[in-house]
């Protein structure tokens, strides 16, 4: 696989990482309004599920921190993106680039949109992810070029 299309499927892979996530808290919030206190008759007060109740929420809070840090990523990462994809000059090279990794759509669907036939969509594609690579590559050495500058002023400081 391309180093630009590892690039992209990261954007991809952070969703369904986040959804993955989601059906888990809702899962323990499932599990949460099933759980009751029971009333101890013996000694009074509110025994046995109470660690049970506490544990879970413990749960849920850690997972919803962890949502939040990877939504974070995930606008982070579409942001770098969009903002590296905005350098393709080919206006159907950015389209198709955008509509399948930023927006998430199906090959299919920017197919039909498009107005391409499959084999057409596959060609484009792949000639869009060339392209890409080149802008990555482009990015890599300016960002390699910058880390240069700052190890020669540390020198020299």
Known sequence: MSAAKEYLERIKWYDVLIDSKLEELNTLNGIVKRITPVMNTTGGGVSGNQDKLGDTIA????????????????????????????KIKKPEFYQVLHKRYILGESLERITIDMGYTHRGMCYLHGRALQVFEKVLEEQKALEESGKGVKKTVKKRV
């Open 59 to 86: 749960k849920i809070v850690d997972l919803q921190e962890e949502i939040n840090r990877d939504v974070d990523m995930f606008v982070d990462m579409k942001r770098e993106a969009s903002k590296l994809l905005k």
